[in-house]
């Protein structure tokens, strides 16, 4: 950031400096040692000078420090600190994989955290009302993040937003108009996010617009009335999603008891209606009247001059002496067929 020197935080350059020395691929390494170096700036020191003070607040910690959560517990359960060793590390595997894959997807880490069609559409349509601060050595370069959107901090409380603000996020890139939209706009987020968040653990946030769409999104997940039976099947999904998103482990979280019970009794419900409706006899076609019959032969006879009685009638589905007769009557009487 450019301006006033920030306070060193020493929690997250370890973790930056972490995928500095250990990242999957050279690029995830050198992306993680721009970072580092951009981290380093704000606090008005070089790489070096930040190394080493992380190091001297580390010693510091592990000397002052009361004892540790992991200690507690594995005083209480023996062998905790081993299997909690074991899943970071499967933890942190899992993650390389995952860097890697996108890596290979995209090219590279400046490529995934390039502004998308939909993030460039909002950042753009808010810059009249925007206050931003530039930021120098993120991994796209140099960017200016969004501190106020209308002459107010948003953070991470959208709602605070002028209500214009809310309009000119609303317009910038269309709303879904559907329930089923909604929800995938926000698991395109959620998804975007957990990829970029791979590359900057614990540190990654989505800009300030982008915290503004969600939460209009959102409300209108909360809201927009469903218009059939496949839309409460999204509302119920919204729901559960919406729970276990609160949750660092995807499989936690879940509808409470009574929202639990209200979707098994909607799927009884739904179920029903569609044995029901599955059940009942086609409605019989509606009965064509002697002037429908008519109407039908004479445009045929125009239309198909060269087609004879019998295959006027099957197409028209009348009998062959019936398309005779008006055949006939068109003939000697053309004022038949104007009354047609």
Known sequence: MMGATQTFDAEKF????????????????????????AMAQRAGMTLKQAMSEMDRKTK????????????????????????????????EAENARKREEAL?????????????????????????????????????????????LGGQCVDYVSANCPPFIHDVIRKAW???????????????????????????????????????????VEEALDNL??????????RFEWALYKEQRTFIDPKAGGLDPFDERLRQ???????KYEHAQASE????????????KRRDVLSMMDAHPELSDREISRRC????????????????????????
Request: overall charge negative; hydrophobic content about 35%.
């Open 14 to 37: 370890a973790k930056v400096r972490t995928m500095m020395d250990r990242g999957a691929t050279e690029g995830e390494r050198a992306a993680a040692r721009t970072r580092a170096e």
């Open 60 to 91: 510091a910690s592990t000397r002052n420090s009361a004892p540790s959560f992991e200690d507690w517990m594995e005083e209480r359960e023996p062998g905790y600190k081993a299997k909690a060793a074991r899943e970071r590390a499967e933890r």
């Open 104 to 148: 290979r997807e995209f090219g590279s880490a400046a490529a995934i955290f390039e502004l998308t069609e939909v993030e460039r559409a909002l950042y753009e349509a808010a810059t009249p009302f925007a206050k931003r601060e530039w930021y120098d050595g993120w991994i796209e370069g140099r960017f200016a993040f969004t501190q106020e």
């Open 174 to 216: 269309p709303m879904p108009k559907t329930l089923a939209g909604l929800l995938a706009e926000i698991r395109m987020w959620d998804t975007l996010h957990r990829m970029r968040s791979l590359f900057v653990p614990g540190e990654y946030h989505h800009h300030q617009e982008v915290n503004v769409r969600e939460w209009l």
């Open 225 to 234: 009335p469903a218009a059939n039976w496949d839309d409460m099947d999204i």
């Open 265 to 271: 009794d909607f799927e009884a419900l739904r179920a």
């Open 281 to 292: 006899p086609p409605s019989p076609p509606p009965r064509r009247t002697n002037a429908d």
């Open 317 to 340: 589905g009348v009998s062959p002496q019936t398309v005779s007769n008006w055949r006939a009557k068109t003939r000697s009487r053309p004022e038949e067929r104007n009354a047609a």
